[in-house]
């Protein structure tokens, strides 16, 4: 991926990162709606997904969007004058599916609103790093209609049954600090800094050999759907499959030879 491509609603960027791969940034670009996420703007985000996915260079990636908003919903005129026919026809939220499978570490960089889809979006990434300001909520409720890609099996698993009830039956917004406590994000920052700790961490990560980073998030993801015994008979054929690598005889070669490793991604 030597040339980004050029999108209409989103900005992808490159980070260099001098201890490691770089850092893929995806910001979403729809300021006049909040960044609502309309069909384009989803397909756009998961062919930019995709390509970093595969990208030889990249090692992790950030998803964000303006000070005011990550994303406020799923767009709600675009949805308005569906029928339950045409939702089943266009199933515009089959995409979701596909961003789940993709196997680099990504990250949520969070401020503003991050509402119903755009909520469940920053959920649907492996991690969430959220500025004070920011606004955490699933107000489909007050839309006559419900979570729709992810909302009540994530939020459940992640801040659990009470809290997750609260939340979406009352369709209330939360603050990021409660947010936090509750265990959906992972690291607060103030305003100022927030995306500045978000790609720190993103370069942390994608100085990692890329491997290893790919069957540990694999591993931390089949925790959500399979039984503790079925999980760690998982983690343990990819904790073996990995002295397949070169990078597992580099990691451990260096420590033995006292030096820095050299990871290859292979
Ligand atoms: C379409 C939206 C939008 C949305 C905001 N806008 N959210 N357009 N879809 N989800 C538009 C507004 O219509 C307005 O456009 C402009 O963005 C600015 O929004 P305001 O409401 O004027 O801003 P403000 O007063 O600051 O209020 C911010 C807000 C409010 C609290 C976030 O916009 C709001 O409640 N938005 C809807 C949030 C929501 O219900 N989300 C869930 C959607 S359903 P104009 O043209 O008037 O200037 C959903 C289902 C998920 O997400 C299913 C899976 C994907």
Known sequence: MSELPAYKTIIVTKIDNSAGLKVGQIQFNRPDVLNALNIELMGELLDALQKFDKDGET?????????????????I?????????????????????????????????????????????SMACDMIVAAESAKFGQ?????????????????TRAIGKARAMEMILTGRMYSA?????????????????FIEEAVAL????????PI????????????????IEGGLEYERKAFYLLFASEDMKEGMGAFVEKRKPKWKGK
């Open 139 to 155: 107000p489909e409720i007050k839309l006559g209609v419900i979570p729709g890609a992810g909302g009540t099996q994530r939020l």
């Open 59 to 75: 090692g992790c990636i950030i998803i964000t969007g303006s000070a005011k908003a990550f994303a406020a919903g799923a767009d």
């Open 202 to 209: 993103a370069k942390e990560i994608a100085s990692m050999p």
């Open 177 to 193: 600090r409660e947010m936090y406590e509750a265990g959906l994000v992972s690291r607060l920052a103030d305003d100022e800094v």
């Open 212 to 227: 290893a980073l790919q069957m540990a998030k694999d591993s931390i993801l089949k925790a959500f759907d399979t039984t």
């Open 77 to 121: 005129k675009e949805m308005a004058t569906q029928s339950a026919i045409d939702m089943h026809i266009r199933d515009q939220f089959a995409v979701w599916d596909k961003i789940r499978k993709i196997k680099k570490p990504v990250i949520a960089a969070v401020s503003g609103f991050a509402l119903g889809g755009g909520c469940e979006l």
